[in-house]
T-cell receptor
Framework: GQSLEQPSEVTAVEGAIVQINCTYQ??????LSWYQQHDGGAPTFLSY????GLEETGRFSSFLSRSDSYGYLLLQELQMKDSASYFC???????????FGTGTLLAVQP | DADVTQTPRNRITKTGKRIMLECSQT?????MYWYRQDPGLGLRLIYY???????NKGEISDGYSVSRQAQAKFSLSLESAIPNQTALYFC??????????????FGPGTRLTVL
């Protein structure tokens, strides 16, 4: 089967850098994705890594190490609006479905 | 206009009632999904459809059924609602290529309460 593990909560201050880790187990692997969800809102896609390394999109970067079954989302220059839940998701296994982690609640403090 | 729409946005119903949640998309995607979100449990896949003639069960399909009426429409039914189906339900769509499958576009969600 597939499973993902990420911290349940992270707190950081405005302007800082925060890293949200995700480890996964899957019998096959296509890629690791990250989604953001504000309270009461719909999840929105942030990034996708299929190959090892760092992908950068503005203030957000995502890293993948397939050999370690590990990835992280890096948020720089934190803003109050970054307070949200962040989900990692992995596609793999025989059914090729996207499976989501339980989410990390990021609280950005002034 | 939103690319993925869901109706209703909120619904309160009673145990034993049949409920249908509807999803429409204008993104032209072949793949559509229904997820359920409970506090602390993330998003769990109920059913998914890779095209109009393809319907597949997800992690938690018991008590649910779906219908893919057209490429743009995918509905979720609760045949006989029970209180533990109280949750936030999301519809999502995606393309079918590598990478594009992982980029899912979510509707605004339906908050369902079963009394």
């Amino acid at each position: 089967g597939q499973s993902l593990e990420q911290p349940s909560e992270v707190t950081a201050v405005e302007g800082a850098i925060v890293q949200i880790n995700c480890t996964y187990q899957t019998s096959g692997f296509y890629g690791l994705s990250w989604y953001q969800q504000h309270d009461g809102g719909a999840p929105t896609f942030l990034s996708y890594n299929a190959l090892d390394g760092l992908e950068e999109t503005g203030r957000f970067s995502s890293f993948l190490s397939r050999s370690d079954s590990y990835g992280y989302l890096l948020l720089q220059e934190l803003q109050m609006k970054d307070s949200a839940s962040y989900f990692c998701a992995v596609r793999g296994g025989a059914t090729n479905k996207l499976i989501f982690g339980t989410g990390t609640l990021l609280a950005v403090q002034p | 206009d939103a690319d993925v729409t869901q109706t209703p946005r909120n619904r309160i119903t009673k145990t034993g009632k049949r409920i249908m949640l509807e999803c429409s998309q204008t993104k032209g995607h072949d793949r559509m999904y229904w997820y359920r979100q409970d506090p602390g449990l993330g998003l769990r896949l109920i059913y998914y459809s890779f095209d109009v003639k393809d319907i597949n069960k997800g992690e938690i399909s018991d008590g649910y059924s779906v219908s893919r009426q057209a490429q743009a429409k995918f509905s979720l039914s609760l045949e006989s609602a029970i209180p533990n189906q109280t949750a936030l339900y999301f519809c999502a769509t995606s393309g079918s290529g590598t990478g594009t499958t992982d980029t899912q576009y979510f509707g605004p969600g339906t908050r369902l309460t079963v009394l």
